[in-house]
Structures are given as structure tokens and as C-alpha cells.
């Protein structure tokens, strides 16, 4: 298992005073392994493009980060980056790869802040989950089935108090709460009681809203760091704006575009906060995702687009 020694700081970044903003952040996206058969043949790894087009809508331009590269490589990169973002998908988060990279860069989040200098994480899906397994230091998913379902958010009383939701108009965050607006793609997650039974957990997150598994399973569904600028959500906001097969519930409202948008523009901005950048326009140029073009799968996928690499 990783284990984690959170150590909540007295710099906290979530609290650094405001500085200079970067108007030209670039926000990182961990590839994954492909495991889905009919999608092997076109890459090891992958990134779906809903994911880019999420965070190049709030504002970001995006860098796909590679697995299995060294140390110091990822070191190099995290220097250059402004944020970074794991995205939903299936793969063991202890032994696999991509798990392993990602913990590179949580540690090196970590230590970052600590010193003041900020550097933002998020996690969607199985990168909520990620994120709770290397602040736990253990595994503690369980079966939280919510598979192609629409739910509005159980909000707790930290929801309104919330750097996540805080530029939400009331009206909005009234009806997040009261309209399917999440989409859940999830069999696994983290129960309600279990969370609050951790105590890395529940020192190092608050809770911000909760939702019934199809089992009756409480499980969290958002949460933000309480002394570092990283948040996580189990349902997918990138979907209400980016992806539209008609078998899968993807809530496609006023109100649920509107949810997507602030989410995306909310991460950007603490994306603004940092001030890391390449070492060259040359560098920064040949690492955007730009370099890539994205392929067609919807005919097979959930997504209508992926990047491949």
C-alpha cells in the first residue's frame, strides 16, 4: 500500500495571500493505461478529450503526462506545470502505473504547498478515489454502485462554506441540490461512515456533499482539501458539456452546464495561483496537447473522443 504522512502545515496554500496571477495556466493530465479491448489497439495510454476540453474551456491550456517516466523527468514536469488533474477510469490505484506516477506528483504537491507555493490537484472518479487511497495510506473503496445515473448532491452544512462552491449563485447551488445534475459512472467508492472513521481523512478533507449507492451505501461525492487547495468529486462534470452518447445519462440542462462551467473556471483559477512555467516557449510549445490529435470512438465508447499516446 502507499503510505502517507500528511502533515498539515501552518503555510497552508489554500490560504496564501494573494499574489501575482497567472493569466496563461497549463494544467497537467495524467494518461491512463488502456483497458478497454477495443480501444488497446490504439494506444498503451490514454486521455479522453472531454477532460481537455473541460479544462481548456475555464481557461487552461492542457500538458498529457506520460507514464513510466523517471523521477526527475516528472520532477521537471510538476516545475512547469500549474496544476494537475487525474481523471476517471479503471485501473488498480496501488500497483499500477498510473497510480504510481500520480503519487509522484501528490507528494510533490504536498511538499510544494507546504512551502507556500501553491499547486492545485483534482480528482474526478476513480481519481477521487486515488486521492483518498495516498492520503489514507490504504485502500478503503467499497461497493458503491452508481452506474449511468443522474443525482443531485446531498449537501453537507461545509458546502456553503466551500472554496469549491463559492462562486456559485445560491439559486445554482439550491438546485444542484434538488436536480439530477452529477453523472455517476462508478461501482466503487468511499461510504460516508468509513470516511469519517479515517482520521488522515477527515483531517486532511471536509465533506462537502454525499449521495445514496444503488445498494444504499452512503458515499462521499465531493470533497475539498482543508489545508491544501485539492479537491475531488466522484461524479463526472466534464460529461454535462462534452459528452453526448444518448445510452449513457449525461445531464445536458441549463442548470447542469452551468455546474461544469464554474467547476472547470473554479480549478483554473487555482491553477492562476501558481507561478511554475517552462523553461523556454520552445518547451512549453512541443509539450501542450496541441501536438496531438484526438480520435474518433464513439462508436465503441462512452467518450466521442480520446487522445492516445
Known amino acids: 500500500m502507499l503510505a502517507v504522512f500528511v502533515v498539515l502545515c501552518g503555510v497552508c496554500a489554500s490560504r496564501v495571500s494573494a499574489g501575482p496571477l497567472n493569466d496563461r495556466p497549463v494544467i497537467g493530465i495524467l494518461t491512463q493505461e488502456t483497458e478497454d479491448e477495443d480501444m488497446k489497439p490504439l494506444g498503451r495510454t490514454y486521455i479522453p478529450a472531454s477532460y481537455v476540453k473541460y479544462l481548456e474551456s475555464g481557461g487552461s491550456r492542457v500538458v ?4 513510466n517516466q523517471s523521477q526527475a523527468e516528472y520532477e521537471k514536469i510538476f516545475k512547469s506545470i500549474n496544476g494537475m488533474l487525474y481523471i476517471g477510469g479503471a485501473v488498480d490505484l496501488v500497483s499500477s502505473d ?11 504537491a504536498l511538499k510544494a504547498n507546504d512551502m507556500g507555493d501553491h499547486f492545485p490537484l483534482w480528482g474526478t472518479c476513480m481519481g477521487f478515489q486515488l486521492l483518498t487511497v495516498m492520503v489514507a495510506g490504504e485502500n478503503l ?3 458503491t454502485t452508481a452506474e449511468n445515473l443522474t443525482l443531485p ?15 456559485f449563485p445560491v439559486k445554482l447551488l439550491k438546485a444542484v441540490s434538488q436536480e439530477p445534475l452529477t453523472g ?23 465533506i ?10 452512503k458515499f462521499v461525492s465531493t470533497m475539498e482539501g ?3 487547495p485539492f479537491y475531488g468529486v466522484q461524479w463526472h462534470p466534464e460529461v454535462n458539456r462534452f459528452q453526448w452518447r444518448p445510452s449513457f445519462q449525461f445531464p445536458h440542462s441549463s442548470n447542469a452546464v452551468q455546474v461544469s462551467s464554474l467547476l472547470s473556471e473554479f480549478f483554473v483559477n487555482e491553477a492562476r495561483k501558481s507561478l511554475h512555467h517552462f523553461p523556454s516557449p520552445e518547451e512549453e510549445t512541443a509539450a501542450l496537447i496541441y501536438n496531438y490529435t484526438p480520435m474518433y470512438v464513439g462508436g465503441f465508447t462512452a467518450y466521442e473522443q480520446c487522445y492516445f499516446f
Open 98 to 108: 498510473y497510480a504510481k506516477a500520480a503519487h509522484i506528483f501528490f507528494q510533490l
Open 153 to 167: 448532491l446531498n449537501l453537507t452544512a461545509e458546502a456553503w462554506s466551500s472554496r469549491i462552491f463559492q462562486n
Open 64 to 67: 498529457p503526462i506520460r507514464l
Open 184 to 206: 455517476n459512472f462508478h461501482h466503487y467508492g468511499v461510504t460516508e461512515e468509513t470516511f469519517k472513521g479515517n482520521k488522515k481523512l477527515q483531517q486532511f478533507f471536509s
Open 208 to 217: 462537502l456533499s454525499t449521495n445514496v449507492a444503488e445498494n444504499g451505501a
Open 226 to 228: 482543508r489545508w491544501y
Open 141 to 143: 473503496l467499497t461497493n
